[in-house]
């Protein structure tokens, strides 16, 4: 079984750009993403392709062999949909293809254009991702449902609005230096506080925004790697899928994530290493109440103390585990085909050092990228290492 290596990474700006593409945004990602890597375009046997909304966005639905295209690559092109999570979901794709000794090289990606729907548009498009019959019909929205997960936490647990507040000021200052974060702008608790509710206790700050952007990483076999001379230190050594019930009714916890449990486990083993050996994470913040939520679930932190880990310093970037050094989903964007891509790009650069943020992880080793889709009814997790 061969190991995979991360051999470029590639990102746009996340942000409003309604005006661009989603092949031009994707074209960007790729170009950054091949000159970082050194592989020739000629090289790539496959594409694997994360996106969610693109036939209500941009009436385009087979993109796959449409974003080869804008990439400039002539292989096979596959487009993988499970939510938010989609990104995430290519990923585990091609990294079981090259394990399996099926490719050497892949091209992953996502994309998303929201933001050319405007805000009702984009809510009633992502709204596809919880369930039709049961929820959408009822009037529920993701800030809502996450609200409902919020009041089952604070009930079963405890916490405060305020515990939420410190995640997303955490976040907005981790973005700050990362120049293709949407948000480089830095919060107090206090603005979070004051921000308008969207569905209590979630306000204004406490949710992600709507993003357009890409995302795109070349990955390959060690065997590639080594033939071709590449510098390529850092590696994906584990990666897990997890599932849970679509609708939150049917679901036996609202407080936890079964789903991001079971993929973290899988992930572990695969990778050899447990939750302790994690240095840094990216995980999914669509919602401050997620961050929490996702650190318990993947044993990140302790079930019951998510929710203080941001208010107490654990998760800040000078903390024993810095969580979302990119900006996260709340400062950083989420253009949600992307998202899980992205996350494996952030770290990819985190752990080489070439990262705004790789001054406060200079000795870090491993690292965890948690990508969710929906109410966590779908989550991948991936384990990347670096040897010093």
């Known amino acids: 079984m061969s190991d995979v ?36 375009r000629a090289d790539v046997e496959a594409l694997f392709y994360g996106n969610f909304m ?7 639905g087979h993109q796959g062999p449409l974003m080869a295209e804008a990439a400039g690559v002539r292989a096979p092109a596959t487009r993988y949909e499970a939510a938010c999570a989609s990104g995430g979901a290519a990923v585990r794709e091609a990294v079981t293809r090259i394990r399996n000794g099926e490719n050497d090289v892949v091209l992953v990606g996502g994309t998303e254009r ?21 929820e959408v019909r009822a009037g529920m929205t993701f800030p809502g449902a996450y609200a409902l997960m919020a009041q089952a936490y604070f009930e079963e647990y405890g916490g405060e609005r305020e515990d ?34 969207v569905s209590t206790p979630l306000g204004l700050y406490d949710s992600c925004p709507i993003s357009d952007g890409a995302a795109a990483v070349v990955l390959t076999s060690e065997a590639y790697a080594e033939e071709t001379g590449l ?23 609202l407080a936890r994530s079964p789903a991001a449990r079971e993929a973290g486990e899988e992930a572990y083993e695969d990778a050899g290493i447990s939750a302790s050996d994690i240095d840094v994470a990216e995980v999914h913040d669509c919602f401050t109440i997620a961050e929490a939520i996702a650190l318990e679930a993947l044993d990140l932190e302790p079930v019951g103390e998510g929710i203080t880990a941001a208010r107490a310093g654990r998760t800040t970037a000078d ?3 810095p969580v979302n050094l990119s900006g996260g989903l709340k400062a950083k964007g989420h253009p949600v085909g992307a998202t899980g891509v992205a996350q494996i790009a952030e770290l990819t650069s985190i752990l080489r050092g070439d990262h705004p943020n ?15 889709g929906g109410t966590v009814a779908s989550a991948l997790v991936h384990i990347l290492e670096v040897e010093r």
Not at 114 to 134: I, K
Not at 178 to 193: G, M, P, R
Request: hydrophobic share 40%; charged share 25%.
């Open 5 to 40: 290596r991360v051999a470029g990474v590639g990102l746009t700006a996340f942000g409003a750009t309604p005006e661009r593409t989603g092949r031009d945004l994707f074209g960007e990602a790729s170009i950054e993403a091949f000159e970082d890597a050194g592989v020739p």
């Open 358 to 372: 790789s001054e406060h992880v200079e000795d870090a080793t491993a690292a965890l990228a948690h990508n969710a």
């Open 231 to 253: 510098e390529a230190p850092v590696s994906i050594t584990g990666s897990g899928q997890g599932g849970d019930r679509m609708a939150l009714h049917d679901r036996e916890y």
């Open 319 to 321: 903390g024993d585990l």
């Open 54 to 60: 693109g036939e209500l966005a941009e009436h385009q």
């Open 114 to 134: 929201m933001t050319n729907l405007g805000t009702g548009g984009a809510t009633e498009a992502l709204a596809l991702a919880a369930d039709d019959l049961w």
């Open 164 to 197: 939420l507040a410190h995640i997303a000021v955490k976040n907005h200052e981790h973005a700050l230096p990362n120049e293709k974060a949407q948000y480089q702008q830095e919060i107090e608790v206090t603005d979070v506080l004051e921000a308008p509710q």
